[in-house]
């Protein structure tokens, strides 16, 4: 992938606008820049490179040259995304792993940021935000995609175990093609952002649906119970040892080990 390639691959799209770079710090940081100082809808960042990929809370996220995709989208909500910001992370997620299916993977979202293939971590989303005093002005919808095998951390550095597009398929495809993909499914999906059926095929998608999890709040804060689904604001509900419906805002999800 270069940029003219890039560029040449997503010329039918309408992009607001694209900046690639072969190395970035972080393609969310560029794109909150742009979006402060006024990009366009559907504007693009791109690189081939991250030296300071961000997860969410401060964790890195791992981006070596030539082997996956960073990139960062920007949207200038419209009403009814503003009216649903919280499930900005489920438009990503969905366009995401309606990519994977299509090239013939199955997908899971593990609620409520990271997209798996066999049960290991293949991609990771990060959303932030551009605020003018209480309206979300822009939406940054940063995603990192392990594409090439290169691309995978090794094992020791992870809590949870990742892979590559390309150790699923046994090859890998071109990342031009699979960003085509996404931002075109990131163009349908925002249409029905404020729809029923929109939290239905999140909900469809969720990893450990049904089975016994545990999810860490921070700190010593934790909950378990059965992963029941989603509530209409992308909140995970899970169903405690009481049968009582408990919603969790934020935290990270985990199987709950088997005694
Ligand atoms: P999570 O939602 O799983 O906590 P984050 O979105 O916060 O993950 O992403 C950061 C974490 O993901 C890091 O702490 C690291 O363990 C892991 N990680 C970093 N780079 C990659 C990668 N390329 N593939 C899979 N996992 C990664």
């Not at 791992?62 to 200038?76: D, E, N, Q, Y």
Request: with cysteine; glycine share 8%.
């Amino acid at each position: 992938m270069n940029e003219s390639s890039l560029k040449k691959r997503l010329a039918k799209l309408n992009l607001g606008g694209l900046r690639y770079f072969e190395s970035l710090g972080s393609t969310n940081d560029e794109a909150l820049a742009w979006a402060a100082r006024g990009a366009d809808d559907f504007s693009l960042v791109v690189a081939d490179e991250q030296t300071q990929g961000r997860g969410r809370l401060d964790r890195k996220w791992f981006t070596p040259k030539g082997s996956a995709i960073a990139m960062s989208l920007i949207l200038r909500p419209t009403a009814v995304m503003r009216s649903h910001l919280s499930r900005t992370v489920g438009l990503a997620a969905l366009s995401l792993a309606d990519a994977c299916l299509k090239l013939g993977l199955s997908p899971k979202i593990k609620w409520p940021n990271d997209i798996l293939l066999d049960s290991k971590k293949t991609a990771g989303i990060l959303v932030e935000m551009v605020w003018a005093g209480e309206d979300a002005d822009s939406l940054v919808i940063g995603m990192g995609i392990n594409v090439h095998k290169s691309a995978v951390p090794p094992r020791e550095t992870l809590q949870f175990p990742a892979t590559s597009l390309e150790d699923m398929l046994g090859n890998a495809p071109k990342r031009e093609d699979i960003i085509f993909q996404i931002l075109s499914n990131v163009q349908r999906w925002r249409e029905q952002i404020g729809t029923e059926r929109f939290i239905q095929a999140w909900e469809e998608k969720l990893a450990f649906r049904g089975e016994a999890i545990q999810i860490h709040a921070g700190g010593a804060e934790s909950h378990q119970g059965i992963l029941d689904g989603l509530e209409s604001d992308g909140s995970l509900r899970i169903c405690d040892e009481h049968n009582k419906s408990v919603i969790v805002r934020f935290g990270d999800v985990s199987l709950r080990p088997t005694a």
